[in-house]
């Protein structure tokens, strides 16, 4: 028995985004799917040609699971001095834990760049090399196929930050990263939406989507204990307040659905606001005790996102991002 087998092609990225700016990053903003499933992170990215001082950065979003800031600088071509120095530029003026470079190749000395970048920052930047290739078999539509060429080395940082002495910081990593791991693989079995399907994290916090960018519920260890909140995170200060304010007027609907713990924050001097709901579990507590912290959790993110549909949370928040 003959078996035909179709030939694997591949095509010019030019041919399928003629423009960068006007063709590839509008898709990849509105599929960043492909680079989340690539770079193992639950990626959303909120801007396209972002402002940085007098120059553009191609994309700016955060990583949903850490909350961490994370950008994109696309080049339809060969990698180039012009845009490492971009690069930079732009990670100066945003100051993000993760940096994403996509060439359609990259020159000896820009892949090393990058290593070399990766090995001299701390933990708290990654920078990423990424190859776009263009695929297909016979007549069949093309297919983006992104490679990872570079990457960073977060053991080795790890390693560098305990021989520093980063002995406190150390425990709280391992704590955090541990607690996160088995818990994403207890909500994972819940098959519910708002799951994040990143990896674990090194934080205290973990961040999980609404339907409104920068509006999330975040799972938080602070000092004071376990607590889970509604969080109004955009870096407009005013859009934050509005959001809160608007949530705010329908404070006795929520005290009701929520319970009287719940605290109403507009974090006076800070750029966030927040509605926290505190849990009965402290700031790290044993692994005896994480079936129930994952139990607790789980439970009030369903009662938080029951408690702000009622309320039509996301009409609230597109109001409040209407006015002046």
């Known amino acids: 028995m003959t078996i035909e087998l179709g030939r694997l092609a591949t095509v010019t990225p030019q041919e399928v985004w003629p423009h960068e700016a006007h063709d590839f990053t509008p898709w990849l903003l509105a599929n960043v799917d492909v680079l989340s499933d690539l770079l193992g992170m639950d990626?959303?990215?909120?801007?396209?040609?972002?402002?940085?001082?007098?120059?553009?950065?191609?994309?700016?979003?955060?990583?949903?699971?850490?909350?961490?800031?994370?950008?994109?600088e696309n080049q339809l071509a060969t990698s180039d001095h012009t845009h490492l120095g971009q690069i930079i530029t732009y990670a100066a003026g945003t100051d993000p834990t993760t940096i994403v470079w996509i060439t359609t190749g990259f020159r000896p000395e820009h892949r090393a760049a990058i290593d070399w970048?990766?090995?001299?920052?701390d933990e708290n930047t990654r920078v990423f090399g990424v190859v776009i290739h263009v695929v297909r078999i016979g007549e069949s539509p093309v297919a983006p196929n992104f490679e990872l060429v570079a990457q960073p080395n977060d053991w080795e940082k790890t390693v560098r930050q305990v021989a520093a002495g980063s002995a406190a910081v150390s425990e709280q990593a391992v704590f955090y990263t541990a607690f996160w791991e088995q818990f994403l693989l207890a909500a994972r079995e819940t098959r519910e939406s708002w799951v994040p399907r990143g990896r674990t994290t090194r934080s205290g916090w973990m961040d999980t989507r609404t339907g409104v960018v920068d509006a999330n519920v975040t799972m938080w260890f602070q000092k004071r204990g376990l607590s889970l909140q509604v969080y109004f995170g955009s870096n407009d200060e005013a859009l934050n307040s509005r959001r809160y304010e608007a949530l705010l007027s329908r404070r006795d609907q929520l005290d009701v659905l929520l319970g009287a713990d719940v605290e109403w924050d507009p974090m006076p001097g800070r750029k966030a606001s927040r509605l926290v709901i505190p849990?009965?579990?402290?700031?790290?507590?044993?692994?005896?005790?994480?079936?129930?912290?994952?139990?607790?959790?789980?439970?009030?993110?369903?009662?938080?996102?029951?408690?702000?549909?009622?309320?039509?949370?996301?009409?609230?928040?597109?109001?409040?991002?209407e006015n002046p």
């Not at 979003?61 to 909350?67: L, M, V």
């Open 279 to 321: 849990s009965p579990f402290p700031a790290m507590p044993d692994e005896a005790q994480w079936p129930a912290v994952n139990a607790w959790l789980i439970d009030h993110q369903r009662r938080v996102r029951a408690a702000l549909e009622s309320v039509g949370f996301e009409s609230l928040m597109e109001q409040a991002g």
């Open 43 to 72: 990626l959303e990215l909120t801007a396209a040609e972002h402002p940085v001082g007098n120059f553009r950065l191609d994309l700016i979003g955060h990583d949903t699971t850490t909350g961490e800031r994370v950008i994109v």
């Open 117 to 121: 970048l990766n090995e001299r920052t």
